[in-house]
């Protein structure tokens, strides 16, 4: 069993910069690659970034892209996601979650943690 628990939410202003974290328990940690998805209000949810199992290979929505950095530190069991230049349309509730690779089904979700951009 991993648990994972989000923090570093919250209200910025549009063009400002946040970083999300996401703790998990356990020892099995490095054994699973790492994704942040998002789930904007009256929106499906959709995938944001994936680190692999290393670090060594990381994936963006091309909506992110050059905007967001996801890294990880295995030592630490926590996953990053660098948020900036953020825009209103990044409001979202942010979710970590852990699986045996990038973008494929995830085993264990945290419970989320909200970002809203104000204009």
């Known amino acids: 069993q991993v648990q994972l628990v989000e923090s570093g939410g919250g209200l910025v202003q549009a063009g400002g910069s946040l970083r999300l974290s996401c703790a998990a328990s356990?020892?099995?940690?490095?054994?699973?690659?790492m994704d942040w998805f998002r789930q904007a209000p009256g929106k499906d949810r959709e995938f944001v970034a994936g680190?692999?199992?290393?670090?060594?290979?990381?994936y963006y929505a091309d909506s992110v892209k050059g905007r967001f950095t996801i890294s990880r530190d295995n030592a630490k069991n926590t996953v990053y996601l660098q948020m900036n230049s953020l825009k209103p349309e990044d409001t979202a509730v942010y979710y970590c979650?852990?699986?045996?690779?990038?973008?494929?089904?995830?085993?264990?979700w945290g419970k989320g943690t909200l970002v809203t951009v104000s204009s």
């Open positions: 680190v692999s199992r290393n670090g060594g290979i990381t």
């Open positions: 356990g020892r099995t940690f490095s054994s699973y690659a």
């Open positions: 979650a852990a699986g045996m690779s990038i973008m494929a089904a995830m085993d264990y």
